[in-house]
Every structure is written in structure tokens, then in C-alpha cells.
């Protein structure tokens, strides 16, 4: 009797609301206080590393946070350190560094060719690559050339009332129904009736918010994103992008296995994308789980559209800005044309003028203006500086091709600077739009063509 009025009493005592919460604020002090000295600790380990290394000055817990406010001067202010601090200069940012901005993709892209790595990733590119064949490429001309008239016939109906419009809508629209008639054969009539198509609309949502998480830094954090307005509209547009791709993926197997049982043959539509993905087959004939194929189909209607529709929406910009290039440009491809209303394969060879307009559009303003990696062990520069195992190494694709020690009068639009024999001279890092090593090598044969 006496022991459970003692054990009521050490109940009452310590189990009392508020020296619970009394309790709680000293487990959390003491968390916090952890972190913090992990992280004082980190800092002074780095800080020793970088001495080596100078840049610009930052706050001293917030780093060069503050100096990127998204106000459209972001990229100049790479330039500007880069010229100050040569090759290399760190940049602390306060926000969780590990896989940088990949982790936000994961969520709707799965681990496909994007974010995957190792193993995983060289299996997957030997299961797609035949999916690359010139072969398998040449009908998705006609298909994007059909969406691009789609847009330009809209197009005329503002010509017509000379008001003028934003056209990265129209261009991103453009480009992703091509990517769903190429990758799904889906007619999806997304670039007239945007607005009620459920999965073209979670489409954009994501893209959207994948970039509004990247800029604000309290959304690195996951519970905080998680909690928030964003991160439900995440959530539910993931889950709607995720359905949809699940049932398409489900009625082409369910065709593909009719087409198998009654030995019809796939000559009567073009193999696309998904074809491909259902029925490719490893050395020990395996093949991609549904997982594993929606990760691909996903990754490449987030890559497919976006950053083709942001490319082109520059290309029509820089050349609007230097008409007389404009101009070389309609004549050859009005040659090129030879009184037809519409591009084939073979007549992209046909255009070598408006090739170099493209890349010399994509070199002023790359699609994808930089790319970071995390490092898996030192990395020593050319001078001797070395950087640590854990940091994240990022590079200017903006930076590199506006960089007056790689290309004489970098701020003008000048697309001689591809003819071959000045290509030749220049090394072949020196114009990166697509990335470098073996993912750009991955696509490279596309990307010539």
C-alpha cells in the first residue's frame, strides 16, 4: 500500500503538465544545442579548408544566403564573382546541402535517369538507349512539327491583333504535347484545352513548386515543407501525376499483351517511348518494374518539356533581338523547306546557319544555368587547391559561357563562333548546355542530329 502511494506520488510529481513541458524544453535545448555545435564544428573544419580558397563575405551564420534574392540579377552576380575570385570561391548557403535541389524532384520523378546513380543508373541507361535510335527518332519529327503548327496558328490570331502576349506559355505547352504524343501516343489536346486537363495541370503545379522550394530556403527543410499550403499542393498534384501515369502504363500492357497473343504486328502506330520502356530486356532478360517505368516516363516529362520549352522561348528572343541573323535564318530554312509547309529528318541537316543560331541561344542563355554535385572524395585543382570530401562543387553553365578568358566578346550574339574550324580550337568543356561525362554522353547522338 505504501509502494502505490508513493509510485501516485512520483506520478503526480514528475508526470505533472507542466514540468512535462518543463521536461520537453530541456529535451529540445539540449537537441538544438547538438546541432549547434555539430554545425560550429562543421564550419570550422570548412573554414580552415576554404582559407585557400577567397570569396565574397558573408553573415556568419546565414553565409551568402541573402545575396540571392531572385530579383533577375542572380546569374550576373556568378559573373562578377567569378572575376574576383578566379576558378573557384566558396559560396556557404544556410540550407541542407546533401543532393541539393534532386531530393525535391524525387517525390514525383522517382529515381529514374535524372536523379539515379551507380548501379542503377548505368542498368537503366543500357535498357533505354535503344529507345535513341535514329530510327526510333525520325517519326517524332512529323509529331513535333504537327504541335509546333497547333502553336503557331494561335499564334497568327495575335498577329492579327497586333497585341502582344507572353509566349514561354505557348512554347511550354508546345512542348509538352509533343512529349505526351512521343512518350505516351496520347493525345492529350493540352495546347487548346489547357485548363481542364487534370494531369497536364499537376503537371505544371509540380514544376512549379519544384522551383518555388529550390528558391525558398525554409522549404529545404523537409517537416517545414511538409506542413505548409505548397507542400499539400505537392502531395495532391504528385498523386494525380502518379494515377494518370499508372493507368496509361497499365492499358499499354494490356495492349501490348493483346497485340503478343493475337501476333498483330506494331507497324500500324509508332513505337514510342513507352514501348519501349515495357519491353526492354536486360542480359538475363529481365525488365523494368512499373516503379521503375514510371520513374523513366515522369523523368522525361519533367525533362522534355521544361527546360525544351525555356531553350526555345530564348532562341525566339535572341534571334527577335538581332533580326538580320533572324533573317539568314527564314531564308535557309525556306530553302531547306523547298515549298513544303513542314521540317522532315532529313532536312535538319539542311540548316547549318540556324544550327549555330541555336547553340550560340543556348550559350548566351542555357536552359539549365548550373549543376552542382556532392563529392565523394577530395578534389584537387589545377593550382594545387584542394576541396573536401561532403562539399557541394557547383558549376556555372551561365558563368562558363560568359567567361572573357574562354570567348572573345561574350555579352554578343555571334553564331560564327560554331563554325567548325573555331569550334576546333576550344575545348570541348568550354560550351556545356547539356551537361558533360557519361549522362551528356547518354544523349549526344540527339543532341548532333
Not at 82 to 98: I, T, V
Not at 116 to 145: C, E, N
Not at 368 to 391: H, I, N, Q, S, Y
Request: proline share 5%.
Amino acid at each position: 500500500m505504501e509502494i502505490s502511494e508513493n509510485f501516485r506520488h512520483v506520478l503526480k510529481t514528475y508526470l505533472e503538465p507542466v514540468r512535462l513541458y518543463h521536461a520537453l524544453g530541456v529535451v529540445c535545448v539540449i537537441y538544438v544545442g547538438m546541432l549547434l555545435t555539430r554545425l560550429m564544428q562543421r564550419r570550422k573544419t570548412l573554414k580552415a579548408a576554404f582559407e585557400q580558397f577567397p570569396g565574397p563575405p558573408g553573415h556568419w551564420l546565414l553565409g551568402n544566403t541573402n545575396e540571392f534574392q531572385q530579383d533577375g540579377t542572380d546569374l550576373e552576380k556568378i559573373i562578377t564573382f567569378g572575376e574576383n575570385y578566379p576558378y573557384a570561391f566558396p559560396l556557404p548557403f544556410y540550407h541542407r546541402q546533401d543532393d541539393i535541389a534532386y531530393r525535391f524532384l524525387t517525390a514525383w520523378i522517382g529515381e529514374g535517369l535524372l536523379v539515379s546513380a551507380g548501379q542503377r543508373w548505368f542498368r537503366h541507361r543500357r535498357l533505354l538507349t535503344p529507345g535513341f535510335h535514329y530510327d526510333i527518332l525520325k517519326p517524332y519529327v512529323k509529331i513535333m512539327s504537327d504541335s509546333a503548327k497547333i502553336m503557331l496558328d494561335k499564334w497568327e490570331t495575335y498577329a492579327k491583333t497586333q497585341e502582344s502576349f507572353e509566349l514561354f506559355q505557348h512554347v511550354s505547352l508546345m512542348t509538352l504535347d509533343s512529349i505526351m504524343k512521343c512518350a505516351f501516343s496520347c493525345e492529350s489536346n493540352c495546347q487548346t484545352e489547357s485548363g481542364t486537363n487534370k494531369y497536364i495541370k499537376a503537371v505544371y503545379d509540380l514544376c512549379d513548386l519544384v522551383n518555388l522550394r529550390f528558391r525558398v530556403f525554409l522549404y529545404h527543410i523537409d517537416f517545414i515543407f511538409h506542413l505548409s499550403p505548397h507542400g499539400y499542393m505537392y502531395r495532391r498534384a504528385c498523386r494525380i501525376a502518379h494515377k494518370h501515369t499508372g493507368e496509361v502504363i497499365r492499358k499499354r500492357k494490356e495492349v501490348l499483351t493483346k497485340e503478343k497473343e493475337q501476333n498483330l504486328s506494331q507497324k500500324k502506330r509508332n513505337l514510342d517511348f513507352l514501348d519501349i520502356l515495357l519491353c526492354a530486356r536486360d542480359e538475363q532478360q529481365q525488365g523494368l518494374s512499373d516503379e521503375d517505368i514510371r520513374a523513366e516516363v515522369d523523368t522525361f516529362m519533367f525533362e522534355g518539356h521544361d527546360t525544351t520549352a525555356s531553350g526555345l522561348a530564348w532562341i525566339l528572343y535572341a534571334l527577335a533581338c538581332n533580326p538580320e541573323h533572324q533573317q539568314k535564318c527564314r531564308v535557309e530554312i525556306q530553302q531547306a523547306l523547298e515549298g513544303k509547309d513542314s521540317i522532315e529528318w532529313e532536312d535538319l541537316s539542311k540548316i547549318p546557319y540556324t544550327t549555330m543560331c541555336i547553340k550560340e541561344s543556348l550559350r548566351l542563355y542555357p536552359p539549365v544555368p548550373g549543376m552542382a554535385r556532392k563529392l565523394t572524395k577530395p578534389m584537387t585543382f589545377f593550382d594545387g587547391r584542394t576541396v573536401p570530401e561532403g562539399c557541394i562543387v557547383g558549376t556555372s553553365v551561365y558563368g562558363i559561357h560568359r567567361n572573357a578568358t574562354v570567348w572573345e566578346n561574350p555579352n554578343v550574339f555571334d553564331p560564327l563562333r560554331f563554325l567548325p574550324e573555331n569550334t576546333a580550337k576550344r575545348s570541348p568543356h568550354a560550351f556545356v548546355p547539356f551537361s558533360a561525362g557519361p549522362r551528356f554522353k547518354f544523349f549526344q547522338k540527339i543532341i548532333r542530329k
